[in-house]
């Protein structure tokens, strides 16, 4: 079956008219598990990903990302659970066969080759006629703006470029998934920016299915379908990045994606959702949050508000009280300008910082360093979740 | 301030290494004037000039001889050495499998065992198995005194072979051997070629385990330089001496040459 479609690909096929069912996912992983000789690399992995989506496992470094990404094409064999990729089992495929493009962080260019012969060398494997290849390298240079550069070496292109023949060569043979490492993890921070998108829109354009590993969350939100938190070697949550951002199901991902106030306390359960407690502090916390959650009375918790869901008013300001709201007193520290916002990073009475961003031009009163003010959020916009370190 | 110290300093390490670099290398250099010597005996100074040795060397069939089974013992060795020497390194560096630095000293071993020791085991063991005497068994035995020199020459270049190349072949549909013949060996080519030339001159000048394993009607260069030694002290001899050390200085250098093209990176 993967050769056929090896062949089928390397004929001129494209993406699109595939004969799987639309609906049959791309890859599937049921619990897959990578054990070393002393450490648990990957531990018990589900993943459904469909045709076409774009799909980032984001975490920190040794969270297990790229040994699943490894595992998926191939290079090294899992301890447990399965792979399946347009529904076939991959467990006794070698990854020559797996019909799977793969880029390096390095780029991995073959350096004895020109940048047209790294791009003709999977339709060679493919036994490709010389007239199609031809087609498809000018095509595939054509699809990543470097037309002309064909019969420059490697190091004679620069990084960015290098990375656009890699992605050349990982996507002409139209492989069933695209699998990046870091792809732009070497590049300065604006040709990376361009090349994200550039990315995105060149998957998108060819139908590609991509896994994409990467540590850097802001890349995960801009260039993803869905995201998944990798932390010690399992999903921690996955989901779209909205999901991440506003609803985390745990401190490690609020905590990881974006930046967050993370208030820890006590949580004390009532009829309609219940209380964060925090000395003689006590913050509302929505029944929704509570169903969610589903924390025991009294353990350990904290609630988690984006800095720009942080409100700072007067002290006397009526919205200290109104209802849905939670308040807590506190002064400025630092007031801060940065252009399209101001940051405030403010004191709680208990000593505890917090973070507020607010954009600038909305109309609202600006605050100083030592101001005593209020500080309020919906009770909505706070997200509770269990406190492992409580 | 420094300087002032390190001016005789410097100086004496310059004299030092020029001191060393003498005594290695006028001992063989002798022979070269030697070899034009006009008169009947090896002797230094040589008198007058005369090319006639060399020509003694050319047509005296014993000589010639000599030099077409050195040639051949060697090429054959360094073909052999090669192709098995590449694939231990292949298999010492890229493998993970138990045993793989028992196995990588056993390969190395020859480079570390007195020759003579290495000379009697072949000998008793190649009488035994027919192979003494014959151009096979003197291949197969410089093939094991080269290997090391292959081995060594090809892991230090897979070493800077990036395994994510390899990686990449095969994940663009390339199998092992064909990630091997396209991508692998283009990049430790030059590793190669020089652990090549090194085997080939391995084989050219030994002496040792080849005065155990030729026969008189099968000699090699170096073996008929001993026995012509031994017996006559005739200049040919610093002609043939000469010879060699032409022919596998050139290989050297030029193994050197080959190594410093490093792959493109």
């Not at chain 1, 087609?135 to 703006?145: C, D, G, H, M, Q």
């Not at chain 1, 490697?154 to 492989?175: E, K, N, T």
């Not at chain 2, 030092?16 to 290695?24: D, I, N, Q």
């Not at chain 2, 090896?42 to 040795?53: D, H, K, M, N, Q």
Request: net charge positive; proline share 5%; no cysteine.
């Amino acid at each position: 079956m993967s050769a056929l479609r090896g062949s089928t690909g390397a004929a001129g096929g494209a993406t699109t008219d595939r004969p799987d069912q639309p609906d049959r996912p791309a890859l599937v992983l049921r619990g897959l598990a990578k054990s070393f000789v002393d450490v648990q690399a990957v531990d018990g992995v589900d993943l459904e990903v469909r045709q076409g989506e774009f799909v980032t496992l984001l975490g920190p470094s040794g969270s297990g990302k790229t040994t699943t990404l490894r595992m998926i094409a191939g290079f090294t064999r899992q301890s447990a659970g399965t792979i399946e990729i347009d529904g076939v089992d991959m467990t006794h495929v070698p990854p020559h066969r797996r019909d799977v493009g793969m880029i390096f962080q390095n780029y991995a260019l073959f350096p004895h080759l020109t940048a047209a012969q790294n791009i003709a060398f999977p339709l060679e494997m493919r036994r490709a006629t010389r007239s199609e290849i031809k087609r498809r390298v000018a095509e595939a240079l054509a699809l990543v703006k470097l037309e002309g550069l064909g019969s420059r070496y490697p190091r004679q292109l620069s990084g960015g470029q290098q990375q656009r023949i890699a992605f050349a060569r990982a996507v002409v043979f139209h492989p069933r998934l695209l699998l990046m490492d870091e792809p732009l993890g070497a590049l300065d921070k604006k040709l990376r920016e361009a090349l994200q998108l550039e990315v995105m829109h060149i998957s998108r354009q060819l139908g590609a299915t991509v896994i994409y590993v990467t540590h850097d969350q802001e890349e995960a939100l801009v260039m993803s379908d869905r995201i998944a938190i990798f932390s010690r070697g399992r999903i921690e949550q996955l989901g779209r990045g909205e999901d991440l951002y506003d609803r985390p199901v745990s401190l490690f991902v609020a905590d990881f994606i974006g930046e967050s106030n993370i208030l820890r306390g006590r949580f004390e359960r009532d009829g309609e959702g219940g209380w964060l407690a925090r000395g003689n502090l006590r913050w509302r916390v929505a029944a929704a949050q509570e169903d969610r959650a589903a924390l025991s009375d009294g353990s350990a918790a904290a609630i988690v508000v984006r800095p720009e869901r942080l409100r700072i008013v007067g002290l006397n300001d009526p919205a200290v009280a109104a209802p849905g709201v939670n308040a807590v007193e506190a002064s400025v520290r630092d007031a801060l300008y940065l252009g399209s916002i101001r940051k405030y990073e403010l004191m709680l009475p208990d000593g505890q910082a917090a973070t507020v961003r607010r954009q600038v031009g909305g109309g609202e009163r600006e605050w100083q360093s030592g101001d005593r003010v209020g500080l309020i959020w919906a009770v909505n916009d706070a997200v509770l979740v269990a406190d492992p370190n409580g | 301030m420094t300087d002032s110290w390190r001016q005789p300093h410097r100086l004496l390490l310059v004299a030092l290494g020029a001191l060393t670099v003498f005594f290695l290398l006028a001992p063989t250099l002798v022979v070269v004037p030697m070899s034009f010597t006009a008169s009947n005996s090896l002797t230094f100074p040589p008198e007058g000039f005369s090319t006639r040795w060399y020509e003694k060397m050319v047509t005296d069939p014993q000589w010639s001889t000599g030099f077409v089974n050195s040639a051949k013992v060697a090429f054959l060795t360094a073909v052999l050495a090669t192709a098995l020497g590449t694939l231990a390194a292949l298999g010492t560096v890229r493998g993970r499998f138990p045993g793989r630095n028992g196995l990588q000293l056993l390969i190395l071993s020859p480079l570390i065992v007195p020759v003579i020791i290495i000379a009697i085991g072949m000998f008793s063991v190649f009488v035994r198995w027919k192979l003494a005497g014959s151009i096979a068994g003197l291949v197969l035995a410089h093939t094991a005194l080269a290997m090391p020199f292959v081995v060594v020459n090809v892991a230090t270049s897979l070493r800077t072979v990036d395994r994510n190349l390899e990686l990449a072949a095969q994940s663009l549909g390339a199998g092992p051997v064909r990630t091997f013949r396209r991508i692998t060996l283009p990049l430790i080519l030059p590793g190669v070629m020089a652990g090549g030339l090194f085997a080939f001159i391995t084989s050219w000048d030994e002496v040792v385990v080849s005065i155990f394993l030729t026969s008189a009607r099968f000699r090699t260069l170096p073996v008929e330089m001993w026995e012509q030694v031994r017996q006559v002290v005739d200049p040919t001899v610093a002609a043939v001496a000469t010879t060699l050390l032409a022919v596998t200085t050139t290989i050297l250098l030029l193994a050197l040459v080959v190594r410093r093209q490093a792959p493109a990176r």
